[in-house]
Nanobody
Framework: QVQLVESGGGLVQAGGSLRLSCAASGRTFSSYAMGWFRQAPGKEREFVAAISWSGAGTQYLDSVKGRFTISRDNAKNTVLLQMNSLKPEDTAVYYC?????????????????????WGQGTQVTVSS
């Protein structure tokens, strides 16, 4: 069982930055690939970024490549999402997720159904 708690959301102007943090409980955090998803009002939840259990492999949604960076610190049971050059279309609730599926071990997974555990979400609002 893994419990995930996100933090770091807030209101920021376009062009600004935020860093989201996801704190995980449990001793086996390093065996989980992690992902960030987001859901804007009236839209489906979508994949944003994922990272392998070791941190060596990552993948991103095309629209955030070059602006967002996912990283993890297995010693602190934490995964981060650094978001730079934010745009109004990045406004959403951001969710952290964890998966123990072996096929996600390379560079994470980008499908909701591949993830076993979810956090409660943190709101990110980007004003124009």
């Amino acid at each position: 069982q893994v419990q995930l708690v996100e933090s770091g959301g807030g209101l920021v102007q376009a062009g600004g930055s935020l860093r989201l943090s996801c704190a995980a409980s449990g001793r086996t955090f390093s065996s989980y690939a992690m992902g960030w998803f987001r859901q804007a009002p009236g839209k489906e939840r979508e994949f944003v970024a994922a990272i392998s259990w070791s941190g060596a492999g990552t993948q991103y949604l095309d629209s955030v490549k070059g602006r967002f960076t996912i990283s993890r610190d297995n010693a602190k049971n934490t995964v981060l999402l650094q978001m730079n050059s934010l745009k109004p279309e990045d406004t959403a609730v951001y969710y952290c997720a964890a998966t123990s599926n072996y096929y996600c071990s390379g560079n994470g997974c980008n499908e909701e159904g591949d993830y076993d555990y979810w956090g409660q979400g943190t709101q990110v609002t980007v004003s124009s």
